[in-house]
């Protein structure tokens, strides 16, 4: 696809958890908690803003009917999150953080911090509304040969984990609401989908480098704004792994252009808006004898089957938008989530699931339709329910004739996306009064110099010529995700371990494990304690893999424990000296034939022994020597 000519533009807006000691609003820890919680049960109501307007998504997520069940985790959860009691004062921690990207990002900061509400009421927070505080404003960064816009950043509250649905309730985790999130949102300057992995990988980068950021899955979020021209501003949330950021894009693109080719093969078409003021028709009694498991299951607990005519949209509710999704699939999206009705039938899939071509023929009929020319859409369920989806059928039918509807969509694992709501208003946000404004001081503005980011090229300069790492090491440790951890554990041990070996372990050996176990399960923890290890002389480096599988294959189980275990404490040069004379004293007259060239079989049973326990090169220094004493002895005798 040529992105340039179908004029993309794309924004970024990046979310990353904050490593701050506790949460944005209260004093509980910002990590998630495992531990027993307490219960409560919860309704939402949407309120008015201040200029009297009710956001109409909030106004429709509440009409679904929903309760929300709470779990508050005893130590990672308190009154606050429970909204049982207003929020404290905003974590400085967190204010510092922003201010120092900031600073690294060109941005103006702004001289007072005011904490705003934004209406969120699908239940992820107890109080309706997401606290967000912008911190600063403008900006850039430079990828490439190219400066992208940064428009604002935040600092908000993250939301409470969901974790499941159970019917009409929804179970939340409220461990997770009130960490603090970074929210980092660029110009709409990004032009191809490369790009903007390329500006999420410089961002991303940029935050690890304050040091003072959360790792791992879940704890950074990117959110797409995506448009073609002609097309709208898509939303598109949670996208979790960077790695799938092209691809959605790419994916987006491709559905607002196939948007505006139905758009304009409708035009083409002569149809009009006024062309959908139809009604649906009652065709239950088509149905009557029908093999359809569906209908027949609807139509016995007393339901209705509607059928309605889209005048000149035969063939397009089957046109593929992206893989696996038609218009057909988008229309029923947003019939789920008007009315709640979980599916829809539509001409161009049929006949199928048990309807039949006689059955379909009798709808077109019934509906006024002309084969070849209308599609027909079906829904069945109670009345009341089936009259609201048809009428959400019209609505999007209706969005087809202008093109590209504007709405937020969620991300799929595929790279996909599905509709989720209608792009909310500006009836959405408006003033915390909890919380007084923050004046940026100098401590915060002093505090956010100590941790403001260094540029990539001087980070990189300090890891070659101060540590000594070869550029590619140093390269792919910058691009770590434990870049700090990295470079903390080179700081503390680099008298006693070489600072190469401190990275391959990270770069080399952790990665090269992947495959194999799920490092994921290798935390922070273990590898200090490895490197710790060696610093100590208990390990040889050649240990560490072995013993880092290990500790993933057995949660909870210290390095030094696993170490005892796979035998791969380090030996003292006297044990292994012992080891050596007894391999010589074995093999002697293999010793006596050949001389000094009997160092490489000698060499390989030591290291069969040894191996993992004590350093090679040590292994090899004894060797020649014991074999020169050996050979030294002969002579004598
Ligand atoms: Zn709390």
Known sequence: MDYKEIGLRVGLEIHQQLATRSKLFCPCPSELGEEEHDEFERRLRPTRSETGEIDVAALFEWRKGRSYL?????RHSCLVEADEEPPHEMNREAIVIGAAMAMALGSHIVDEIHVMRKIVIDGSNTTGFQRTAIVALGGSIRVGDKEIPIETIAVEEDAARKIREEGLRIRYRLDRLGIPLIEISTGPAIESPEEAMRVALAIGQMLRLTGKVRRGLGTIRQDLNVSIRGGAITEIKGVQRLDLIPKVIEYEALRQLRLLEIRDELSRRGVKPEDLQVEAVDVTETFGNTKSKILKRVIGRGGVVLAVRLPGFHGLLGRELMPGRRLGTEIADYVRFWSGVGGIFHSDELPKY???????DKVYEAVGAVKGRDAVVIVAEERGKAEKAVRAVLERAAKALEGVPAETRGALEDGTTRFLRPRPGSARMYPETDTPPILVDDEILEMARRIKPEPPEVKMR???EEYGLPKELAKEVLRDIRLDLIERLIKTYSDRVPPKTIASIFVVTLRGLRGEVDTERITDWHLEEVVRLLAEGRIAKEAVEEILKYVAEHPGEPP???????????????????????IIAENIDKVRERGMKAMGLIMGRAMAVLRGRIDGKIVAEIVRRKLQEALSRQEQQ
């Open 70 to 74: 709470y779990e508050a985790p005893v």
């Open 354 to 360: 048990g309807i039949t071509q006689e059955e379909l």
């Open 462 to 464: 300090r890891l070659t």
């Open 560 to 582: 030094e424990k696993a170490a005892e275990k796979l035998g791969l404490t380090s030996l003292t040069r006297e044990e292994a000296e012992r080891i050596i004379e007894g």
